[in-house]
């Protein structure tokens, strides 16, 4: 109690000390004297910086409040100053606080002083997102100071914080707790420590953002002497902390694993300054842990392209030609020819699919034609074993790059003559003699379809002739098609320009495919004529008869059959009747000729056929004589009688 000024006075105040008296007297009975207490901590607690006392003393509110024990160690009363209590037990900075008390206060036998709470006073500096002091529960670890710093930035060296408590450093890998979540691995706190993270030293010494991609594919230990250097054909290449019990495969691992072009059949490991060749390949396949090198701090890991050496494993399938990614692919026993090649990219647009071969380990070859299978031929994918090769061959003949010297002569059907574009084009035996005609265009506007003419290569030069023209017109089955074989020859002869035009032209008509008009005709000559055409398609053909034709004695020598036949035809009656009958039937190689009626000799008539008209007529002689002819249309041919 602070001390009185004056005693109390009168009656009423005495009967009022008296009932103070007593109840003082209770509450000493049922309290005792003052103590302190700890809240349950212990007497031997001893305070430390950032510790909160609980300081009452009934009557006196100025008392009754929390003391925080400052950067120095001390609380500071009210109406005294500051007590040093840092490192003492609760019982002694109670005693201190009550003798510094009693220099103000009087009756502090009821003083309680009690430890509330425990706080940690901890700095945070480094790679974190907040650096600065923080206020921390008492019983807070790293972890949690970290935590209330706003964490840990990208680039912070886990393996390397610091711990500073007065001029005493000590190092610990942080990493190795967030791996393991064992506590023991962090340091105890006190309050003032200095918690530092260091950046590592990939970070460089410009200050920038990074991202977490950026600092992993540096690796993790870029100056420290025990790093394991990864580099070559690797996703991320750097310097990574070496940890006991690692691996070479660990460590490529770390380092984002090996690229497509890596050689993995020639990893070199360089340890103690011996450079090792490791196989992955072979370990990968057999799992022999004799094969792994084993890793020591500071050692090299490269990785050389695929480029440098020939690949080849147990389970290696090669790929070549027109893919579009050639080289050597791992394939499981049961891989299928399609997959491989899906995994080469696939046939490029150059690609033969009708002609892919298999080229065996054995040595020996098998054709396969996937074209066809791809249109639903049931015939099976072929076997593919590893140390097989596929070989995909190139078109033989493509718009932008034409080589006839690439097609060889058992591949190959030459179109020669009248179509648009002639020349030597691959054959398959899937095409038919109308697909061939395609490819070259088709016949051009002179060609003669009627007489294609087809060179069987296979059967000693045979020619055979196939009249395209009737079947496009009449129509049949493709099967009614002649085969063409590769090493055939077809030619489409071309129709002759008229005789009149050019003498010269009728060289090119192949006798076998002509018929011959002459006499009193428009345009004589050497004609082409096919099965279809009939008398008058010639006699039209050669411009009809002339105005001094004697019709009534064509005659059509028939040379093509046995013996010799000679027809007689009247066209006159023809032409007077229209009887179709009347009209001869002609084939290649006859001949029609036309006589003249006005310049003809005498003894051209047979006697049988004529009559003599003699004496006072205006034209005696002999005269052609018909059944139905009189007495007077004698008469008038002869120029009737004189005068």
């Given at each position: 109690m602070r001390r009185p000024c004056a005693p109390l006075a009168g009656s009423g105040a005495l009967a009022l000390a008296w009932f103070c008296a007593a109840l003082i007297a209770l509450a000493l009975g049922l309290c005792g004297p003052a103590r302190a207490?700890?809240?349950?901590?212990?007497?031997?607690?001893?305070?430390?910086?950032?510790?909160?006392?609980?300081?009452?003393?009934?009557?006196?509110?100025?008392?009754?409040?929390?003391?925080?024990?400052?950067?120095?160690?001390?609380?500071?009363?009210?109406?005294?100053?500051?007590?040093?209590v840092a490192g003492r037990t609760l019982a002694e900075a109670s005693t201190l606080i009550r003798n510094a008390l009693a220099r103000a206060y009087r009756d502090l036998d009821r003083l309680n002083v009690t430890l509330k709470d425990r706080r940690l006073y901890i700095t945070v500096l480094g790679y974190v997102d907040k650096p600065g002091e923080v206020d921390l529960p008492g019983d807070s670890n790293v972890q949690q100071a970290i935590g209330a710093a706003g964490g840990l930035l990208q680039g912070a060296q886990l393996d390397r914080l610091q711990v500073r408590r007065g001029t005493r450093t000590s190092v610990f890998n942080y990493k190795r707790y967030?791996?393991?979540?064992?506590?023991?691995?962090?340091?105890?706190?006190?309050?003032?420590?200095?918690?530092?993270?260091?950046?590592?030293?990939?970070?460089?010494?410009?200050?920038?953002?990074?991202?977490?991609?950026?600092?992993?594919?540096?690796?993790?230990?870029?100056?420290?002497?025990?790093a394991?250097?990864?580099?070559?054909?690797?996703?991320?290449?750097?310097?990574?902390?070496?940890?006991?019990?690692?691996?070479?495969?660990?460590?490529?691992?770390?380092?984002g694993g090996v690229t497509r072009f890596s050689s993995i059949d020639q990893v070199r490991v360089i340890d103690g300054g011996e450079p090792k060749i490791f196989n992955l390949r072979k370990y990968l396949d057999t799992g022999d842990a004799k094969l792994m090198p084993p890793l020591k701090p500071g050692a090299t890991i490269f990785i050389?392209?695929?480029?440098?050496?020939?690949?080849?494993?147990?389970?290696?399938?090669?790929?070549?030609?027109?893919?579009?990614?050639?080289?050597?692919?791992?394939?499981?026993?049961?891989?299928?020819?399609?997959?491989?090649?899906?995994?080469?990219?696939?046939?490029?647009?150059?690609?033969?699919?009708?002609?892919?071969?298999?080229?065996?380990?054995?040595?020996?070859?098998?054709?396969?034609?996937?074209?066809?299978?791809?249109?639903?031929?049931k015939k099976p994918l072929p076997e593919i074993l590893p140390g097989d090769a596929v070989f995909v061959?190139?078109?033989?003949?493509?718009?932008?790059?034409?080589?006839?010297?690439?097609?060889?002569?058992?591949?190959?059907?030459?179109?020669?003559?009248?179509?648009?574009?002639?020349?030597?084009?691959?054959?398959?035996?899937?095409?038919?003699?109308?697909?061939?005609?395609?490819?070259?265009?088709?016949?051009?506007?002179?060609?003669?379809?009627?007489?294609?003419?087809?060179?069987?290569?296979?059967?000693?030069?045979?020619?055979?002739?196939?009249?395209?023209?009737?079947?496009?017109?009449?129509?049949?089955?493709?099967?009614?098609?002649?085969?063409?074989?590769?090493?055939?020859?077809i030619r489409v002869p071309s129709l002759p320009d008229s005789p009149v035009d050019n003498k010269a032209n009728w060289v090119?008509?192949?006798?076998?495919?002509?018929?011959?008009?002459?006499?009193?005709?428009?345009?004589?000559?050497?004609?082409?004529?096919?099965?279809?055409?009939?008398?008058?398609?010639?006699?039209?053909?050669?411009?009809?008869?002339?105005?001094?034709?004697?019709?009534?004695?064509?005659?059509?020598?028939?040379?093509?059959?046995?013996?010799?036949?000679?027809?007689?035809?009247?066209?006159?009656q023809y032409f007077a009747t229209g009887d179709e009958k009347l009209l001869p039937r002609v084939r290649t190689g006859d001949v029609i000729f036309v006589?003249?009626?006005?310049?003809?000799?005498?003894?051209?008539?047979?006697?049988?056929?004529?009559?003599?008209v003699l004496g006072a007529v205006g034209k005696p002689g002999r005269y052609r004589f018909a059944a139905n002819m009189t007495l007077l249309d004698l008469l008038a041919e002869a120029g009737g009688p004189t005068t």
């Open positions: 207490q700890s809240a349950g901590t212990g007497e031997e607690v001893r305070l430390r910086i950032g510790d909160v006392l609980a300081i009452a003393l009934p009557g006196e509110p100025a008392l009754n409040t929390d003391l925080n024990v400052d950067r120095r160690g001390r609380v500071t009363l009210p109406e005294v100053g500051a007590v040093d967030l791996d393991t979540g064992d506590t023991s691995l962090l340091p105890q706190l006190q309050p003032l420590d200095i918690i530092f993270v260091p950046a590592s030293p990939a970070t460089g010494n410009v200050q920038i953002n990074f991202d977490s991609r950026t600092l992993t594919e540096q690796g993790d230990a870029a100056e420290s002497p025990t394991v250097k990864v580099f070559g054909e690797v996703s991320r290449a750097g310097s990574f902390a070496y940890k006991e019990g690692l691996s070479v495969v660990d460590m490529i691992m770390r380092a050389p392209k695929q480029e440098d050496e020939i690949r080849r494993s147990v389970r290696t399938v090669y790929v070549i030609g027109e893919v579009a990614r050639p080289g050597s692919l791992e394939a499981p026993p049961d891989a299928r020819l399609v997959e491989i090649l899906a995994n080469a990219g696939g046939p490029t647009r150059f690609a033969d699919t009708t002609r892919v071969k298999i080229l065996k380990a054995d040595g020996s070859v098998q054709q396969f034609n996937l074209f066809a299978y791809t249109e639903g031929d061959p190139e078109k033989i003949e493509a718009s932008d790059r034409p080589s006839w010297l690439k097609l060889p002569p058992n591949r190959a059907v030459e179109v020669m003559g009248a179509v648009q574009r002639t020349g030597r084009y691959e054959w398959s035996d899937e095409m038919t003699l109308l697909d061939l005609l395609g490819e070259a265009g088709g016949p051009s506007q002179n060609g003669d379809i009627a007489h294609l003419q087809i060179l069987k290569a296979r059967q000693g030069g045979k020619a055979i002739s196939f009249d395209l023209g009737a079947f496009i017109t009449t129509g049949g089955k493709l099967s009614d098609l002649p085969k063409i074989e590769a090493g055939d020859v090119q008509l192949a006798k076998g495919d002509a018929i011959y008009v002459m006499g009193q005709v428009g345009a004589p000559g050497r004609y082409a004529f096919n099965k279809s055409m009939t008398f008058m398609d010639i006699l039209t053909a050669a411009n009809g008869p002339t105005s001094n034709a004697d019709l009534r004695n064509v005659r059509v020598s028939h040379r093509n059959q046995p013996g010799s036949k000679v027809t007689k035809v009247n066209l006159a006589p003249d009626r006005t310049n003809k000799e005498w003894f051209d008539d047979p006697a049988e056929s004529t009559v003599r």
